[in-house]
């Protein structure tokens, strides 16, 4: 089979598409096809070997994937062969075929093309577990999304809606804003320029915003602090600026405020059943219509290079997607 294969850590330029075995199947695990798999910050991160955890050299990206079941073992039951699910993974997706527990799998909507099941597990879980779980967002209350037109962080604006909340999307570029508002951002903030946390404090007519997503970091991560209201949350979802911010601890104090760290890894090992519940409450959105996901551009297989391109360019809007049947 053909597979992504990162021999060192360097840039996506250096990563060949090569000719690899295909994966057995042991006791408790599953064989999947293979049809999309998804691109994202994190798999950007982990072929340069930046990620806060390293791969086992050599290793092939990807995290997150949809196709059908090819194979399983005897020992497994709830998956036949041509079952349609999504999966996640520590890495595997941009393969063909990979080889994977039972438990990493989800049943697929059959109404849920490929393309949107790879690009929907992570961001959405992870915009309905930090909002819904750690965030305790209700309905009323309002919710600022920093890089808001970026996978997870338009997930983010959409499922906020459906929980009921105000959304104020803040993007750097007029067409990401756009974007955000078109998946149902309520008001939009431009913060690469001076003043916008003054737009903010005019858009909540002074109180500030209640919940705060943050998958972005850096220097924008404190500014925004400061723009929390009373008892407000600020949700730590990632660090795509590059950098990890410090938060001077007199800032909470003086604000009431709540910084909660959020890491989709940890959730399925350490909350299994609240993990299951989310997901549940995912698929009956995506069953009722009332969720649309967000497909990013679509790259055929050859082109993962430039998937991973194009997912750290500031034009980049949703989540980018390798089609690999």
């Not at 691109?39 to 290793?59: E, I």
């Not at 194979?71 to 999504?86: H, K, L, N, Q, Y």
């Not at 050859?302 to 049947?325: E, H």
Request: overall charge neutral; hydrophobic content about 50%; proline content about 5%.
């Amino acid at each position: 089979m053909k597979a992504v294969v990162v021999e060192n850590y360097e840039a996506i330029d250096n990563v060949a598409l090569k000719d690899v075995a295909q994966p057995d199947i042991t006791p408790g695990m599953v064989r999947v096809r293979i049809q999309a798999a998804s691109v994202g910050f994190v798999d950007g991160l982990k072929v340069r070997g930046l990620y806060q955890t390293r791969d086992p050299l050599p290793f092939t990206p990807g995290t997150e994937f949809a196709g059908t079941v090819d194979a399983v073992a005897p020992d497994v039951e709830g998956f036949a062969p041509g079952t349609p699910v999504i999966g996640m993974a520590r890495s595997g997706g941009l393969a063909e075929y990979i080889c994977l527990p039972a438990s990493a799998l989800f049943v697929r909507p059959e109404d849920v093309a490929p393309e949107v099941g790879a690009s929907f597990f992570a961001n959405y879980l992870t915009a309905l577990y930090s909002l819904k779980v750690r965030g305790t967002l209700r309905q009323g209350e309002t919710l600022l999304v920093l890089g808001a037109a970026g996978g997870v962080g338009i997930a983010a604006v959409q499922v906020a809606k459906l929980l009921g909340a105000s959304v104020i999307a803040a993007a750097s570029t007029e067409a990401k804003r756009q974007f955000a508002t078109a998946y149902g951002a309520d008001a939009v903030v431009d913060y690469t320029v001076d003043g916008w946390r003054d737009e903010i404090k005019t858009l909540t007519s002074g109180r500030g915003v209640d919940v705060i997503f943050d998958p972005v970091g850096g220097d924008l991560s404190l500014q925004a602090f400061r723009s929390i209201a009373w008892n407000g949350r600020h949700l730590v979802v990632g660090f795509a600026a590059g950098s990890i911010p410090a938060l001077p601890f007199n800032l909470p104090l003086l604000k009431g405020g709540a910084l909660l760290g959020v890491d989709l890894a940890q959730i399925g090992r350490r909350e299994p059943d609240v993990r299951d519940q989310l997901i549940a409450q995912l698929f009956a959105w995506l069953s009722e219509k009332t969720l649309l996901p967000v497909v990013g551009k679509i790259f055929a297989f050859q082109d993962f290079r430039d998937a991973f391109k194009a997912m750290t360019t500031r034009s980049a809007l949703g989540k980018m997607v390798v089609r690999i049947d």
